[in-house]
């Protein structure tokens, strides 16, 4: 659903004593005008297709979970669920207990888990998980990797992993110097950084861009580049991550320092990119009630199949040039009202529809629904150890 942007208009190409290109300026200002019209009914239409999901038992995002579980109607055999468990770290919850081996390779990640499946286990049926809690997704069927159970936080359509609301809406997040123990914690974010979006009501943002992060993927380069050629546009700039070793890492210029979510709200157009799988940002930058520019539609969370384009977020194809960029940001400059409504909208459904609570009613969903496709008798591993909130 992401419109490649036409980067073939320019208005500024002629002056107005230029005659003889006036008629070239012409021809480009019908083409600005029809790219225009065309974005503004591709608003209209998804905003008029669009059906609000209603403000009960995470129903918006239960889809999702069929559709992940879906490869798996057949049903989970022990065989599938071995096989999974090798690529993941192993869970049980017998008798509203949860246990885990010994081994978790990112101790926070898996407490951030934790906090979770403890919190639900009592009301579970018993059952086993092979839980991933790695960046990236493990079992890619384009790959021809055979199918097994592993949940994962994030994947791309080509991958059988079931997704499961990441560590960091509790704790295990990426440390930076502003959260030197991880971006923390999403219920006390989602207070602290909807209270900025109200000291920056829309009138007062500045019309710009903005993006401050590590250069995790380069489709954040586009970006990065615009900002250095039109800061008065954007102000994105790479900022140092664990693996930095010289400006060559931050596209040959020294690191920015970091910037934390809630002084993202001063900006309206705020940009999300993919990392090394999802970026946690996403859901962030909605709470600032700023207008989000989405890029790129491959990588996703348990929660961004019920964002739709256009009625809460503006989507952009990662192979957008500095001039498609430029011009969808000029679009919204000039349709102030438009971006306005987008960006309510975006807030009011991450709002309504990711709470603590949506998370948790998620996690349960899920593991009842994995539980009855499950063929075998789950037994009680004792090489696990108990887990306690
Ligand atoms: N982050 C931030 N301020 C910054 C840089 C990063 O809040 O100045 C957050 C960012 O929103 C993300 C996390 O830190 O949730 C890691 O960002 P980075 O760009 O390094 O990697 P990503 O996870 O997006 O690939």
Redesign the pocket.
């Known amino acids: 659903v992401i419109v490649s942007v036409s980067s073939s208009t320019n208005n500024e190409f002629c002056s107005k004593d230029q005659k003889s290109c006036s008629e070239e300026h012409n021809k480009y200002s019908r083409e600005s005008n029809n790219w225009s019209l065309k974005i503004k009914e591709q608003i209209n239409t998804a905003v008029n297709e669009y059906v609000p999901c209603k403000v009960e038992n995470c129903s918006c995002h239960k889809s999702v979970i069929d559709e992940d579980l879906a490869p798996f109607k057949g049903g989970i055999t022990k065989e599938l669920f071995d096989r999974a468990r090798a690529k993941a770290t192993k869970y049980q919850i017998i008798d509203g207990k949860l246990y885990r081996e010994e081994e978790c390779h990112f101790p926070a990640r898996c407490a951030g888990v934790e906090h979770y499946l403890v919190a639900i286990a009592a009301k579970m049926p018993n059952l086993e998980l092979a839980l991933n809690t790695r960046d990236w997704p493990q079992i890619n069927k384009a790959w021809g990797h055979p199918k097994a159970p592993v949940l994962s936080f994030s994947k791309t359509k080509d991958y059988y992993d079931i997704m499961y609301p990441a560590w960091s809406f509790w704790e295990g997040?990426?440390a930076?110097s502003?959260?030197p123990t991880g971006?923390g914690r999403w219920d006390k974010h989602r207070i602290s950084i909807s209270k900025s979006a109200e000291k920056w009501p829309w009138e007062k943002k500045e019309n710009k861009g903005f993006f401050?992060?590590?250069r995790?993927?380069d489709e954040r380069d586009a970006l990065v580049l615009l900002s250095r050629a039109e800061p008065d546009l954007v102000d994105a700039q790479y900022?140092k991550?664990q693996a930095w070793k010289s400006d060559m890492d931050t596209l040959y210029a020294p690191p920015?320092?970091?910037?934390?979510?809630e002084e993202?709200c001063k900006y309206k157009y705020l940009f999300n990119?993919?990392?090394?799988a999802a970026?946690?940002?996403f859901k962030?930058l909605f709470l600032c009630k700023s207008l989000v520019f989405h890029v790129g539609d491959q990588w996703l969370e348990f929660f961004y199949p019920s964002l739709k384009p256009w009625v809460h977020y503006v989507p952009i194809s990662p192979r957008a040039s500095q001039e498609d960029i430029k011009q969808l940001i000029n679009f919204f400059k000039e349709n102030d009202e438009l971006a306005n409504e987008i960006a309510n909208r975006g807030f009011l459904h991450i709002w309504d529809h990711l709470t603590d609570k949506d998370v948790k009613c998620y996690w349960r969903r899920l593991l009842k629904k994995y539980a009855k496709l499950v063929t075998y008798d789950v037994v009680k591993d004792n090489d696990l150890k108990l887990i306690y909130e």
């Open positions: 997040g990426p930076i502003l959260y971006i401050r992060g590590s995790t993927s900022t991550n920015a320092s970091e910037v934390s979510f993202h990119y993919r990392g090394v970026s946690f940002r962030h």
